[in-house]
């Protein structure tokens, strides 16, 4: 184990300790203690920062299941440096915001961290794994904290809702994730993403590629709230706030833009890739932006806005993936690998802004008792600092000027805008329409900062509005959104901070090639062109759409809130319940005589189609020996009163039939030379019959003799079906025996019965001599038969007793 | 096992029981011994032997032949699997596998030369096993008034 590997799982040690530290020192909040964790790792995981600077990497492995090819590798380039920095950097903060804003008096604390650092551990195992089953691990481990984290208030019913939603639509996605990793293994036969990357060319050859390439982005959608399994974040709302602002803003719901960017090496510069990350980004975007404005919950809307942004980058990923296309080291290619660069620079300012609008939603939450824009307002002067915080994160979101929201907003037109000019994959057809579909979804983004913005912070305050005296929020629960804030700030001021330590390294990790060759700058002010206009327009038509607010906001559009999804969602959910339930009532009827129908039935289809599949009939009439007059006279006798019992009414005449029969096969045994057989054969019919007596004599009074065998057509058919059946395996086996020559071991027996056994009596030798072992177990069966009697007749137990 | 108001004579059925039962107590007994050579063996003995009991359960009361038969029939089974088990344990102690059987022939004081077989103690275990089953259930069920 090195240090790297013990900085991915240090989370799940601390949250071992956890419930310790919980129970024994309950004056301290238990989230000064998670709090170190995250910092510690923070300071270690920026000392690496110069290695990925220069383009370097660290490549540590330990064996897990060497022998399956599965090993705990850790692998660190620009890309999974980047996101270790955002998980245990906004992982601090969100932690110190928690120390705040969950209570040490009424909140189950203990749970609470246990789940933050699992979730912690299981990301940073995620973006560092190497080996693609050991991320899939963390992947799920991800998947199950989130659900924990969303149903944390467990006893509020939309919490375990939403947990379930989230878990099924992730776990969903992630074993889709699997299998396409599955299939990569196949392809390249190794799990490790460095060398499949090396394999590129083998996966794009495969016929596997497209099944594989679909199954790994089922994974990457669910995870990261694309259309349409987005319909899961917004009822993750249901979490605590620093919940909501760490996984659901910043961390988890980027797991899947990770791996999109990840295995961009195997699959980018490919159409289909690029078509399904730029296609459903770009939908995402539009659905994402056009729902916020509609809703009335502040953290709705950040829901919202969070699955637009997530589409956003994943379109920008697809339409960075062009780049692969071309030769990377060519000049031209900077040109489109400009969308990388947005999508990775806007990974790292949404997250910032994010982050802060999230905490800041919290502050009023929990200072106002509400989180609906209908009843806030007027906060501007009550909460001036919560008011800067938004109001620098919700210009960056809109993308103005000069917070970094801004610059990533230009850069991701001056990608869609450049992706048009691509001329390959149809784009010259259906290109223009990532800048129209990117600039209307800018103009909704404006109009839902703007609604967040005036709703709750200008107008007028109205007191009666409120539960609790309205008031700012305590220090150490600002320190956190006012770091975030100052960095929207501080990136969009001096953009260049991050070019080339972070940004470029993992440019470089995803397009596997330098592109940029260390001349990616990202300034402020770029001059008069396309992009800033389209930014302008964005402002003018999004200030008009917010001025017209009260025309449009009577119409079904804004009234109705849920996302229309929902309803396929909980439909197909009561379906599947309904329909499973459907299915099994009708097949488990819970009589026994249907199931032995269905055995009987699926005996026939088996054994007959087996015999038709493999032409098994055969009859051969030449060796068969002669039959004497009267085996067929008692033959007839005993299929006549075979054939009787469905007929008879009373149940004592039935019984006695049942004996004839018994006894006519003692004849038979007498005419077959089996005296041994015979005689057990007698007895036993003779007992067996004396208890069907018993048995008969104890039936209940009521219905007595009142018994008429119902005819049933199917039945017939069964019984017929089966006995026919029956019937020509067995004349099929002894044909087919003797043509193959079978021979008998009872030559054996016969010469050996007396030499080896001393006796004259071959059945006993064998039963007892021979084969004594089988002879032994029977009368093993025939005990436990009796003591079986005697614990259902002695042991009269009511209601529950136990033994 | 009624209990009829009064009790009636049944004379010729004692007699008879007592004579008959001594034959098919006899008939079962060289059933058993004839299982090496002829027809027979523990099971068919064994069942044999239930019979004789049954039928004299069925001729006098229950009380009285508790007091006559004063075995637990239950027991008889697991006496019967363990002397059928140490049979074949026995052939291990020798070295040799699990139920090999061994046989050889003697000088007796009266029936003269006799094989003797190490497959009549485990033929035993049997005949024990079946009395003890067939008596158990029957008598079981018969005894079950609820």
Request: glycine share 8%; aromatic share 14%.
């Amino acid at each position: 184990m090195t240090l790297l590997h013990w900085a991915t799982v240090s989370p799940f040690l601390l949250a071992i300790f956890i419930p310790i530290l919980y129970k024994y020192t309950r004056s301290i909040h238990t989230g000064w203690f998670v709090l170190v964790l995250p910092l510690v790792l923070f300071g270690y995981f920026l000392s690496l920062l110069p290695i990925t600077s220069n383009g370097g990497v660290i490549h540590e492995t330990i064996p897990w299941v060497p022998s399956l090819g599965i090993n705990f590798t850790v692998y660190v380039d620009g890309l999974s440096l980047l996101f270790a920095l955002l998980i245990t950097g906004i992982g601090t903060l969100v932690a110190l915001y928690s120390i705040y804003y969950l209570s040490k008096k009424t909140e189950k604390l203990n749970n609470f961290y246990v789940y933050l650092l699992m979730f912690m551990g299981a990301m940073l195992g995620v973006v560092l794994s190497d080996n693609l089953i050991v991320l899939y691990v963390f992947w799920e481990l991800t998947s199950l904290a989130s659900s924990l984290l969303i149903s944390y208030w467990f006893h509020r019913e939309k919490s375990t809702y939403g947990a379930q939603k989230s878990m099924l639509i992730t776990v969903f996605g992630g074993f889709a994730m699997l299998g396409g990793f599955s299939l990569l293994y196949v392809i390249t036969g190794t799990f490790s993403i460095r060398e499949i990357i090396e394999q590129a060319d083998a996966v794009l050859a495969s016929t596997l590629f497209l099944p594989a390439m679909l199954l790994v982005l089922l994974g990457a959608f669910t995870k990261s709230a694309q259309f349409p399994f987005h319909i899961w974040l917004p009822d993750a709302m249901e979490a605590p706030t620093p919940v909501s602002a760490y996984l659901h803003s910043a961390t988890m719901v980027k797991a899947g833009l990770y791996l999109v960017s990840r295995l961009t090496p195997v699959f980018g510069g490919t159409p289909e890739w690029f078509w399904l990350l730029a296609g459903f980004g770009i939908i995402t975007l539009c659905w994402g932006s056009i729902s916020a404005v509609r809703q009335k919950d502040l953290k709705s809307i950040l829901a919202f806005s969070t699955i637009s942004q997530l589409g956003l980058i994943m379109c920008l990923f697809g339409l960075g993936s062009a780049t692969l296309h071309f030769d990377p080291t060519d000049s031209t290619t900077k040109f489109y690998a400009t969308a990388t660069l947005a999508a990775v620079f806007h990974l790292i300012n949404h997250a910032t802004f994010k982050g802060s609008l999230f905490m800041t939603v919290g502050i009023i939450d929990h200072e106002t008792g509400t989180r609906d824009i209908r009843k806030l307002g007027g906060l501007m002067a009550i909460m001036p600092v919560t008011f800067t915080v938004s109001l620098i994160g919700l210009a960056a979101m809109a993308g103005l000027p000069p917070f970094n929201g801004f610059l990533s907003k230009e850069m991701f037109f001056s990608g869609v805008v450049n992706a048009t000019t691509l001329g390959i994959f149809n784009m010259e057809t259906w290109g223009f329409l990532f800048p129209v579909l990117a600039w209307v979804a800018s103009v909704f983004t404006f109009v839902y900062c703007a609604i967040m913005f005036f709703r709750t912070f200008t107008g007028e305050f109205k007191k009666e509005n409120y539960d609790v005296h309205v008031h700012e929020a305590p220090m150490g629960m600002l320190i956190s959104p006012v770091i975030l804030g100052s960095l929207v700030v501080i990136f969009g001021l001096f953009p260049n901070l991050l070019t080339y330590t972070i940004i470029e390294p993992a440019v470089t990790a995803i397009l596997g090639a330098d592109v940029f060759g260390g001349e990616a700058n990202i300034y402020l002010w770029h001059g008069f062109n396309p992009e800033l206009f389209m930014t302008i327009a964005v402002v003018a038509f999004g200030t008009l759409i917010f001025m017209n607010m009260k025309k449009w906001q009577q119409t079904a559009f804004y009234l109705r809130e849920r996302d229309p999804l929902n309803r396929v969602y909980d439909s197909s959910l009561d379906w599947l319940i309904k329909g499973s339930q459907g299915i099994t009532r009708v097949q488990m009827t819970g009589m026994l005589r249907d199931y032995f129908a269905y055995m009987c039935v699926f005996m026939i289809l088996l054994f007959g189609y087996t015999m038709v599949r493999y032409n098994a009939f055969a009859i051969d009439t030449v060796n068969v020996s002669v039959i004497s007059p009267y085996m067929w006279v008692l033959t007839l006798v005993f299929i006549g009163s075979t054939l009787a019992i469905p007929f008879i009414n009373h149940r004592i005449t039935a019984i006695i039939v049942v004996g004839v029969i018994g006894f006519l096969l003692a004849l038979f045994f007498v005419i077959f030379r089996a005296p041994d057989l015979a005689l057990t054969q007698l007895l036993v019919e003779t007992v067996t019959v004396v208890l069907f007596m018993l048995a008969f004599y104890h039936l209940p009074e009521l219905r007595k003799e009142k018994f008429t065998p119902r005819f049933n057509l199917v039945n017939l058919f069964i019984s017929i079906g089966v006995g026919g059946l029956v019937t020509l395996i067995a004349l099929s086996s002894f044909a087919l025996g003797t043509e193959a020559g079978l021979g008998t071991i009872s030559e054996y027996f016969i010469e050996n019965s007396k030499e080896l056994a001393g006796g004259y009596n071959m059945v006993n030798v064998i039963l007892v001599d021979f084969r004594g072992l089988d002879t032994l177990l029977e009368v093993l069966v025939l005990g436990i038969a009796a003591l079986g009697v005697i614990a259902m007749i002695k042991l009269r137990m009511t209601g529950r007793e136990d033994v | 096992m009624k209990n009829n108001s009064f009790k009636s004579n049944e004379v010729m059925l004692h007699t008879v029981t007592r004579i008959v039962t001594f034959i098919i107590l006899s008939f079962s007994v060289y059933l058993f011994f004839a299982g090496h050579n002829d027809p027979g063996g523990g099971f068919i003995g064994g069942l044999m032997t239930a019979s004789a009991f049954l039928l004299m359960y069925l001729a006098f009361d229950m009380d009285s032949i508790k007091k006559a038969l004063p075995f637990n029939f239950t027991a008889l089974i697991a006496i019967g699997l363990l002397l059928a088990i140490f049979t074949g344990v026995s052939s291990m102690l020798a070295g040799d596998p699990f139920l090999t059987q061994y046989f050889r022939y003697f000088q007796l004081p009266i029936l003269g030369e006799t094989e003797l077989t190490t497959a009549l103690p485990f033929d035993l275990g049997i005949y024990l096993v079946v009395i003890g089953i067939a008596l158990t259930i029957i008598l079981t069920i018969a005894e079950d008034d609820a």
